[in-house]
């Protein structure tokens, strides 16, 4: 299995500002993606990173709101802009390795007062 | 559109029960499952990772169970230690050129393992 990494690993916030997401893996990896999990709830996808072009990005969540980059095959970026109260989640990186498994990274916990 | 169900939402055994949860999907079109069990304030570890193609994994005390045409897979533990204390989520992978390698989760079971 892969080590992925995520900075930060919690943060407190104010309403109204951005924060940044890092995800870094030790082994290059085709498919990226980045979830939220709400408090007391289980995990959404939020977007698929695609290296070289844009993200995908499911229903309900937009780019404006979280622009992800993929410069290469071993990091990726999650910000969540212009943030608020609700906003307040874990964000989980995830990648997909061999025989089509998805392991996690340890996640973002992100408080907006 | 993808539907997974665990029951139950939470369970607590004494130590040393053997015990199954249970998972459902509504649609058998399904790439893989996979087991992950996550820990309070910690992500998410894969426990187990099931092909459509398979019927059960095995990894220690833990057996997963794939019945793709009913839409369910069961968690079976072996005599469990308190350290099992965690929350377990079932996800089903929709198949790949339709939904790529997106992961469908359930809600979870909150399991305890009372010493």
């Known amino acids: 299995s892969a080590v992925i990494s995520q900075k930060p690993s919690r943060d407190i916030c104010q309403r109204g500002t951005s924060l940044t997401i890092q995800c870094q893996v030790d082994?290059?990896?085709?498919?990226m993606f980045w979830y939220r999990q709400q408090p007391g709830q289980s995990l959404t996808l939020i977007a698929t990173?695609?290296?070289?072009?844009?993200?995908?990005?499911e229903s309900g969540f937009v780019i404006d709101k979280f622009p992800i980059s993929r410069p290469n095959l071993t990091f990726s970026t999650l910000t969540v802009s212009n943030m608020s109260p609700e906003d307040s989640s874990i964000y989980l990186c995830?990648?997909?390795?061999?025989?089509?498994?998805?392991?996690f990274g340890d996640g973002t916990r992100l408080s907006i007062l | 559109k993808q539907e997974v169900t665990q029951i139950p939402a939470a369970l607590s055994v004494p130590e040393g029960e053997n015990l199954v949860l249970n998972c459902s999907f509504t649609?058998?079109?399904?790439?893989?499952l996979q087991w992950f069990r996550q820990d309070p304030g910690k992500g998410l570890t894969s426990l187990l990772l099931?092909?459509?193609?398979?019927r059960e994994q095995t990894s220690g005390r833990l057996n997963a169970s794939l019945d793709k045409s009913s839409g369910r897979s069961t968690l079976y533990i072996a005599a469990s230690q308190p350290g099992d204390s965690a929350t377990y989520l079932c996800?089903?992978?929709?198949?790949?050129?339709?939904?790529?390698?997106?992961?469908?989760f359930g809600e979870g079971t909150q399991l305890t393992v009372n010493p």
């Open positions: 995830s990648v997909v390795l061999g025989q089509g498994a998805q392991h």
């Open positions: 082994s290059q990896v085709t498919m």
């Open positions: 990173a695609n290296q070289g072009s844009e993200a995908t990005y």
């Open positions: 649609d058998s079109a399904i790439y893989n």
């Open positions: 099931i092909q459509s193609s398979q």
């Open positions: 996800a089903v992978t929709g198949r790949l050129g339709t939904s790529g390698s997106r992961l469908t």
